[in-house]
């Protein structure tokens, strides 16, 4: 009777034992083969003025066309300061848009501008919780991103700035607002002569923009018509950004596209733009 039962215990065991590798089979194989979370990187696209978040749909459209994303959400800044966030990034989305959208369109303090970013920064940070972010510029849009990395680049609580395109840039001068074609002159090193007012406060971005850690790719448009420009923007005065951060990029490349396309205000609106931007943003 006691060897039966002896045997009846053995028997409980060998079978829970079996069970138990039946499952961790089952379990090894899901825990193996489990993807890693890929984290958000968000890009954040923000117009000139005057102007809107319009000016950025057409990038927004080549981006989803490419199969960069399905996930697009508008912030909107009131003159305030103030953001609403319009829409949801899809849960599953890793590279989601973001179309900044100024209310007060016309208003050209950088310093104001600057804090509206990091507005809209602190707000989307809250919310979906991202380490790294992109950034586009277009015009005065890039000013307002000067002006919160000079504020902000130094702050560890904000998302890193992983990659940023700057386009139509004017950072030494618009034409005809104190700049005429082939006024700037550029050193080897891409220091300008002469340098304007708005340009000698940027120059503390050789100091605090973010060291070694931005890919920047500066696109800028010339016409063709001798004035080496885009009709607001002269060459010179766009790659003069050179001199501000190309020490401190972790890359830094120059496209300068021509035509009648590439005109201030039609590089947005530029194929040729669009696919240089998803190649170096989303390399699609």
């Not at 066309?65 to 599953?92: E, H, M, N, Q, Y």
């Not at 179309?99 to 809209?120: D, I, K």
Request: charged share 20%; with cysteine.
């Amino acid at each position: 009777m006691e060897q039966m039962q002896i045997k009846i215990k053995r028997y409980c065991v060998g079978g829970i034992l079996l069970l138990m590798g039946s499952l961790l089979g089952l379990m090894g194989p899901q825990l193996v083969h489990a993807a890693p979370t890929t984290p958000m990187t968000p890009t954040l696209y923000f117009h000139g003025a005057p102007s809107s978040y319009r000016s950025e749909r057409h990038m927004v459209g080549a981006a989803k066309k490419a199969g960069v994303t399905k996930s697009v959400i508008r912030a909107d800044v009131a003159a305030s300061g103030r953001v609403t966030l319009v829409g949801k990034f899809r849960p599953t989305s890793r590279t989601p848009i973001v179309e900044v959208n100024f209310l007060n369109t016309r208003n050209t303090n950088y310093v104001t501008n600057g804090r509206w970013v990091r507005n809209v920064v602190r707000k989307l940070q809250a919310t979906y919780h991202f380490k790294q972010m992109n950034m586009v510029g277009h015009s005065t849009g890039n000013l307002a991103i000067a002006y919160y990395l000079l504020a902000n680049s130094t702050n560890r609580r904000l998302p890193k700035l992983a990659k940023f395109v700057s386009l139509g840039g004017h950072y030494d001068g618009v034409l005809n607002e104190g700049d005429w074609p082939h006024r700037i002159r550029l050193t080897a090193a891409g220091r300008p002569t002469p340098m304007d007012s708005a340009y000698r406060r940027l120059l503390k971005l050789r100091q605090r923009y973010p060291k070694k850690q931005t890919a920047v790719l500066n696109i800028y448009g010339d016409l063709g018509n001798g004035t080496d420009s885009d009709g607001r923007v002269t060459n010179n005065s766009s790659k003069s950004l050179r001199y501000l951060l190309a020490k401190r990029a972790k890359s830094y490349r120059e496209r300068q596209f021509k035509g009648a396309g590439a005109q201030h205000s039609r590089l947005h609106h530029n194929a040729q733009v669009d696919r240089a931007m998803i190649k170096f943003l989303w390399d699609k």
